[in-house]
């Protein structure tokens, strides 16, 4: 037969409650679960939303805020905008057509590999014999390209002589490179203004 259990008395009562008013709970009491979620770090921030993008309509024209291409200039432009580095006088009358030449070379309808060891013979023996003012003619080349997968600026030996002339052993010998004038085949020729021989008088005028 079970044992009955009785009631504490109210003097038990009240020492009872004395004792657990001074005691500690072992486990003091957790933070809500909701504030525990706001303070803890998140392990996948928000990735950010792109910007959106502006929807383009048919036969609109298109905005101008874009990008801007920048072209370069032509071969002709280039060399008009070279610094002078010889005699201005002289220099004008060489752009106006009025000093003749002392020597010419033609490399039109040579290749490159003919043209390129042509040319460094031409200048070298030219600046050797003291001549100041030589033509080279490249020719203006064809009308349009080839029609190889490679497209082909228009005159290829026009284009590439004055690299040629920048570099050596013929970069040290041009003061100046300019196109020629009309009378001496324009566009399609370059004049040469070489330098000075070491030593050289300047002859009077």
Do not use: C
Not at 18 to 28: E, Y
């Amino acid at each position: 037969m079970a044992r009955k259990r009785r009631g504490l008395q109210p003097e038990e009562a009240a020492l009872w409650d004395r004792v657990a008013g001074t005691a500690r709970p072992l486990h003091p009491a957790r933070k809500p679960a909701a504030n525990a979620k706001a303070e803890a770090p998140s392990a996948h921030p928000p990735v950010p939303r792109p910007a959106p993008v502006p929807r383009f309509r048919l036969g609109e024209a298109a905005p101008e805020d874009g990008p801007r291409h920048l072209i370069q200039p032509g071969l002709s432009e280039r060399l008009a905008g070279e610094p002078v580095r010889m005699d201005r006088k002289a220099f004008g009358r060489m752009t106006r057509g009025r000093l003749k030449p002392e020597a010419k070379i033609d490399l039109h309808g040579m290749t490159l590999a003919e043209a390129h060891p042509a040319l460094v013979r031409f200048v070298l023996g030219a600046h050797s014999q003291g001549k100041r003012l030589v033509l080279v003619v490249t020719g203006k080349g064809r009308d349009r390209d080839e029609g190889g997968p490679i497209p082909a600026p228009r005159g290829i030996l026009r284009h590439q002589v004055p690299l040629w002339l920048s570099q050596p052993p013929l970069a040290g010998l041009v003061l100046q490179l300019t196109e020629a004038h009309q009378r001496h085949g324009g566009s399609g020729a370059y004049y040469l203004y070489l330098r000075r021989l070491p030593g050289a008088t300047v002859p009077r005028r």
